[in-house]
């Protein structure tokens, strides 16, 4: 997304959101947009839920939330129980 067509699509959702206070009229507002502007709200959207998802992985590995996950997926790669991923994407 260009930085004017993420400003153009922030602008509008902060518009509708700063008046709506329920998901429910979001939704309503949302369904008056045109295609084209409701597409660069959806890529906002997805940014910020992106962003939002990076933020909260960055956080549980900083807190160690994933070193059991990590310490498995070590002795499973040692052990040899794991297929290169290309095998598993061609269902080889």
């Known amino acids: 997304m260009t930085h004017h067509s993420w400003r153009v699509a922030n602008n509008c959702l902060y518009h509708y959101?700063?008046?709506m206070s329920s998901v429910a009229e979001?939704?309503?507002a949302l369904q008056t947009l045109p295609v084209e502007d409701a597409r660069k709200?959806?890529?906002w959207l997805q940014d910020?839920?992106?962003e939002r998802w990076?933020?909260?992985i960055g956080d549980d590995i900083a807190?160690?939330?994933l070193d059991k996950v990590w310490e498995k997926a070590k002795g499973d790669i040692s052990a040899g129980r794991v297929k290169p991923l290309d095998e598993i994407i061609n269902d080889q």
């Open 48 to 50: 910020y839920l992106d």
């Open 26 to 28: 979001i939704e309503k």
């Open 54 to 56: 990076d933020k909260q």
């Open 17 to 19: 959101i700063y008046t």
């Open 63 to 65: 807190a160690g939330g």
């Open 41 to 43: 709200v959806a890529g």
